[in-house]
């Protein structure tokens, strides 16, 4: 592998191209970390809500609240995730003397947002397929 050349700098032009990313990469993590614990925190307050109303203290609502619990719990860690990526282009932008480095690992971090992203919502849409299907068939045995 070829050595990284010793204190490359991106341009001014490309170090604005590199901003213009992690703003959006900012206000994209920013909305999955704030949205996560919303929805997981809508999720718990269906569910109490619908004890409550329904007069009980188990029921079928627990379903509703674990997938929405896990959705938002997947959406807070891709937001972390792409949160430690946009840190590494930040530093590309401020920082002398490393960009490949930090551009290497900046790659490395978006890679790993994107591998453990796809396992995580694939998991998470087996889980809800599977819990969909459980609560239907629960519902068609009590009726």
Do not use: C
Not at 16 to 36: D, P
Not at 39 to 60: C, E, H, I, M, N
Not at 81 to 98: A, C, H, P, Q, Y
Not at 121 to 134: C, D, E, K, Q, Y
Request: glycine residues 10%.
């Amino acid at each position: 592998m070829a050595e990284n050349p010793a204190g490359y700098e991106f341009s001014d032009q490309q170090n604005q191209v590199l901003e213009t990313l992690i703003a959006r990469m900012n206000l994209f993590s920013w909305a999955l970390l704030v949205v996560g614990p919303l929805v997981a925190g809508a999720g718990f307050y269906a569910d109490v809500l619908l004890r409550v109303t329904a007069g009980s203290s188990s029921g079928p609502f627990v379903p509703a609240f674990l997938m929405t619990f896990l959705v938002g719990g997947v959406l807070a860690m891709l937001g972390l995730w792409l949160r430690r990526s946009m840190r590494e282009f930040r530093d590309i932008v401020t920082t002398k003397g490393s960009d490949v480095d930090h551009l290497m690992q900046a790659l490395v971090q978006l890679r790993l947002f994107f591998q453990y992203g796809g396992v995580l919502a694939w998991t998470l849409a087996v889980i809800v397929i599977s819990m969909i299907g459980f609560y239907l068939r629960a519902h068609e045995l009590l009726a």
